[in-house]
């Protein structure tokens, strides 16, 4: 049996536990691709647990590799919505893997068959963003520019998507956040040393399967 101290005690260590946990996901949440490389960010576990990176490599690298710099053949990129994963093809044979991030509900990936129709090293969305001000500071985070109106002195700043291959008006593969789900406005987010790898070995209309 337990006085009344120590359950006392133990409950006070238990919230303190939890609130350690929710401010390193809140403030975790405040920075953008720095969250998937960071080694305190937390993440909430299949079965209800919070789990911690132990390697020095990110979730999404340990997943993700690239293997065809003596392979052959004409590529095919195959995107797969259910296991977020990527798929890239040479000559039929399966030399990379990354991990993904697809569309969120309400602003899905396209599914079907395209190919690859434009590259930018550096890319910026017309869409998504930041209000920012003259000298350059956010003032207000994720902004959808066909909704929101810019505060007195502010101007839209796309949101930054290096290593961008569009396959669908509007749609394409480039550097991103990856919190494990889908999460994105309909782009297919990469790990940054996988988009640009993709990006380099890729030649304009490359098949690019998107699957369920």
Known sequence: MHDSNTIEKHGVFRGAMMLSIVTALLS??????GRLNSSVTQYLGTDGSIVSRTSTASLADRESYWAGESASGSAHIVINIGQQKLYYYRGGKL?????I???REGHDSPVGNFK???????HASNLYGDFVD???TV???NVDATKDKPPAGCHFQGSSMPWFMEFAPGVGMHT???PGIPDSHGCIRLPDRMAKIFFEVTPMGTPVTVEK
Not at 28 to 33: L, P
Not at 116 to 122: A, D, F, I, Y
């Open 139 to 141: 003032v207000v985070k």
């Open 116 to 122: 690859v129709r434009k590259k930018e090293k550096q």
């Open 101 to 103: 991030s697809s569309g």
């Open 95 to 99: 030399v990379g893997i990354s991990a």
């Open 176 to 178: 991103g956040f990856l």
């Open 28 to 33: 975790a949440c405040a920075s953008y691709d």
């Open 134 to 136: 003259v000298s350059g």
